[in-house]
């Protein structure tokens, strides 16, 4: 009889080990579906969710940003008849408190994979850009930026703020930085001493008039002077037309500028980050990386050059599932892209400029002048993140 229970007992645990098996081949098939929906660029959304404990009850744990798609993991396990336990956390996390919203007070700001000054730079983001807050931890900050990209930023890069902190920044008289580089000096003369370096695209609050300079604001708090030629008013920065020529004009001043993984400023740049900074100037704000640049916009039949039009960006790499490399359009089979530094190089075999600096395979060209306001070519005036009244 004792030989009889210990049997179904055996068997009793089996079939529960197994249902249990056949559960999490099922959550980790629903966890991939769910994944590849709503969050298929890990650079831009995050959706990391792991099986904790994987005998009854099974237990999910992680975090996301998109609170969609913990909805449609929990709904598709509920469906299941799965049992689970749910320790998944919808960012922003407790940490964060009311100051879910952050703005940049540097003239850039690093933004790192991880949090810790050794870790790879990811990107970088401009003085006055709002920023979405999802953790806080040990100095740093886990944000989005308004191209949607995530990463860490050392706390003294940013300013944290409250919805109600941001309305009141969003309704002030601000003013963007429009030349290559400059100062904020603690005066209103030329001799004063700087306060903050300057880079185009800048945007910052703006205090009083005084003698052709511009009393300005920090997000921090600090003040300082900017002449008012080398700005442009806010309302005169979004609602221009952006203009293909002088996108080129500006990019052939950053000749000669160091390249830097991660860079988008005119201090130094990658590839993809030199056309990024370039049309924010002109109020565009577009995907942050050369892979995620080529969606975007009209493709452009490249094989004959005669197609091609200045401004168009030019891909290279294998071949559309890797790029690797982008540049942009001069004409007469030239384009000016960040390589080592940025140069001009041209797509004609029989130049002497020829590719020389890449190596790589044109493999995609782009047009966007036509598809401004559109997914990953968005406008500054038309993005949520930059009106007055967003939650």
């Known amino acids: 009889m004792l030989k009889i229970f210990a049997i179904l007992i055996s068997i009793f645990s089996f079939a529960n080990v197994w249902s249990a098996e056949n559960d999490v081949d099922k959550i980790h098939r629903v966890m991939e579906s769910v994944a590849k929906k709503y969050a298929p660029d890990k650079r831009t959304a995050l959706f990391n969710v792991s099986i904790l404990q994987k005998e009854a009850p099974l237990i999910l744990k992680g975090e996301t940003n998109l609170p969609e798609a913990k909805k449609m993991l929990l709904d598709s396990l509920s469906s299941y008849q799965i049992a689970i336990v749910d320790s998944i956390t919808v960012l922003p996390d407790l940490s964060v408190g009311e100051k879910q919203w952050g703005i940049v007070t540097l003239s850039v700001a690093n933004i790192r994979t991880q949090p810790d000054h050794a870790a790879e730079l990811a990107s970088q983001a401009l003085m006055g850009t709002p920023v979405k807050v999802l953790k806080v931890t040990d100095g740093w900050r886990y944000i989005q930026t308004p191209d949607d990209y995530l990463g860490w930023v050392d706390e003294n890069g940013i300013v944290l703020k409250t919805q109600q902190e941001m309305s009141t920044w969003r309704k002030s008289n601000r003013y963007l930085f429009n030349r290559i580089m400059g100062s904020i000096l603690d005066a209103p003369k030329k001799n004063a001493s700087p306060v903050s370096d300057l880079v185009l695209g800048d945007l910052f609050e703006t205090l009083s008039e005084k003698k052709g300079y511009l ?28 203009d293909v020529k002088v996108v080129l004009a500006t990019a052939c001043q950053l000749l000669g500028t160091a390249y830097l993984w991660g860079g988008t400023s005119c201090k130094a740049v990658d590839c993809s980050g030199m056309i990024k900074t370039l049309w924010y100037a002109q109020s565009v704000i577009l995907a942050r990386d050369a892979s995620q640049q ?4 009209e493709k ?6 005669a197609n091609l039009q ?16 982008v540049g942009m359009y001069l004409g007469k089979g030239l384009y000016i892209h960040a390589s080592g530094r940025v140069r001009i190089n041209s797509i004609d075999p029989k130049d002497p400029a020829y590719n020389v600096t890449d190596k790589k395979d044109l493999v995609g060209a782009v047009r966007i002048i036509n598809f401004l306001g559109t997914e990953g070519i968005a406008l500054v005036k038309d993005h949520p993140w930059y009106q007055q009244n967003v939650q």
Not at 217 to 237: I, N
Not at 300 to 305: P, S, T, Y
């Open 215 to 242: 009393q300005v604001a920090f997000p921090d708090g600090r003040t300082g002077f900017v002449k008012k030629k080398d700005c442009l008013s806010y309302e005169k920065w979004i609602s221009q037309k952006p």
């Open 294 to 297: 080529i969606r975007y916009g």
């Open 300 to 305: 452009i039949d490249f094989k004959n050059m």
């Open 310 to 325: 200045p401004g168009d960006f030019l891909f290279f790499g294998r071949n559309v599932q890797r790029i690797t490399h």
